[in-house]
Structures are given as structure tokens and as C-alpha cells.
């Protein structure tokens, strides 16, 4: 069974400064996917990077960039530069392929990111 | 007009009710997904469908059932609603592509008393 580990319940950060989010994963599967979603206050799931197992490079988009260890079995999100609206919930997630090809997606516990001008 | 959209965004209703929460796309994706996420914890997965004749259960399907009338509508039953069913409903839609994201609704928020 795969597992996704967020161990920072809250953060806070000062405004433009850097962040970095921290989860772990357990699998024993060798073809993975490991997601960041943005869940502010107002309750929707926001897409933010995406990094494959095979993928020699770690992702990045615009601010946003995953420092994928994959010996240590982590994927850390990155956000350079913070910004009072990057205040939300984090969450990392993994996609596990099912037989005929649906994503199914496991999610970690969350974690909350406060940024303080 | 938003590519996910799920209906109603809010419900109040009683223990022993029905409830029905629609889940509507327009990104063309034939994989769609139903999660419950409860206060301070991460999304579960209900119930997921990868074409129109496909249904399988997650991880806490248990009293929630699931039609998908078309590829672009799926639906998401509660048959007898009780309280610890309370929650925020997402729906979410992907297509064929292994890296490609989910895309979510805006979501469904539920009480039940």
C-alpha cells in the first residue's frame, strides 16, 4: 500500500521568503506520480506540479519547483519568493495506476502554510 | 464557466435523507473521480470510473453509491445520509495521460444533522 507523509501540521513564513513543504512517500511500485494541490480558504483543489518517478529533472513551474529525492523517497515543494496569497493548505499526493489505467490518488494529511507580511 | 462543476455547492439536510451530488465536465475526460475530505485531514477516495460501463469503489466506498450517466456526468448517492457522512465533496475528472493532474470541482459542502 502506498503512503504520503506531510510531518509540518503548520507553518509560518515572512513574506518573500522562500519555503520549502516536506513530504515522504512509501511504495514499492518502480512507475510513480507525485502531485502538489493548493487548497486555500475558499475550499477548491488548485493543481500546482507534478514530478514522474522516471523523470531525471525536478519539476518546476514558475515559482513553484519539487525537490524529488528519490533515494530518500521525498518530494518537497518549493516556493521561492512567498507571497500573502500562497496562504492555504498543501497537499501531497500519489498517483497509484489501477488495472485499466485510472489514476487513483493518495493523498497526505495536509499542510497548512500561513505567509505573514 | 468552470470545466468541473458540481452541484449543489452547499446542503443542509437530515439524518435518513437522500442526497444526490452531481458532478458535470467539459474537459472531455473519461476518468472522473468522487473524494471526501473531513476538517484537517487530506482526500479520500469514494468511488472512481474510468468510462461510462466501469465503476469501482475506493477506499471508503461504504454507504455511497455511484451512477455515471454519460461520460460527462457522474453522480454521487448517499441512500440513508447519517451525520458522520459530513463533509467536503470533491469531484474530479482526468484524462489517459499517467502525468496528468486531476482536476477538481469546487466542491460539495455537506452537513448532516
Known amino acids: 500500500a502506498q503512503k504520503i507523509t506531510q510531518t509540518q501540521p503548520g507553518m509560518f513564513v515572512q513574506e518573500k521568503e522562500a519555503v520549502t513543504l516536506d513530504c515522504t512517500y512509501d511504495?514499492?511500485?518502480?512507475?510513480?506520480?507525485l502531485f502538489w494541490y493548493k487548497q486555500p480558504s475558499s475550499g477548491e483543489m488548485i493543481f500546482l506540479i507534478y514530478q514522474g518517478s522516471y523523470d531525471e529533472q525536478n519539476a518546476t513551474e514558475g515559482r513553484y519547483s519539487l525537490n524529488f529525492q528519490k533515494a530518500r523517497k521525498s518530494a518537497n515543494l518549493v516556493i521561492s519568493a512567498s507571497q500573502l496569497g500562497d496562504s492555504a493548505m498543501y497537499f501531497c499526493?500519489?498517483?497509484?495506476?489501477?488495472?485499466?489505467?485510472?489514476?487513483?490518488?493518495?493523498f497526505g494529511q495536509g499542510t497548512r502554510l500561513t505567509i505573514n507580511p | 464557466d468552470a470545466d468541473v462543476t458540481q452541484t449543489p455547492r452547499n446542503r443542509i439536510t437530515k439524518t435518513g435523507k437522500r442526497i444526490m451530488l452531481e458532478c458535470s465536465q467539459t474537459?472531455?475526460?473519461?476518468?472522473m473521480y468522487w473524494y471526501r475530505q473531513d476538517p484537517g485531514l487530506g482526500l479520500r477516495l469514494i468511488y472512481y470510473s474510468f468510462d461510462v460501463k466501469d465503476i469501482n469503489k475506493g477506499e471508503i466506498s461504504d454507504g455511497y453509491s455511484v451512477s455515471r450517466q454519460a461520460q460527462a456526468k457522474f453522480s454521487l448517492s448517499l441512500e440513508s445520509a447519517i451525520p458522520n457522512q459530513t463533509a467536503l465533496y470533491f469531484c474530479?475528472?482526468?484524462?489517459?495521460?499517467?502525468?496528468?493532474?486531476?482536476?477538481f470541482g469546487d466542491g460539495t459542502r455537506l452537513s448532516i444533522l
Open positions: 474537459k472531455g475526460h473519461d476518468r
Open positions: 499526493a500519489m498517483r497509484e495506476l489501477s488495472l485499466g489505467g485510472a489514476q487513483k490518488l493518495v
Open positions: 511504495t514499492s511500485d518502480q512507475s510513480y506520480g
Open positions: 474530479a475528472t482526468s484524462d489517459f495521460r499517467v502525468q496528468g493532474p486531476q482536476h
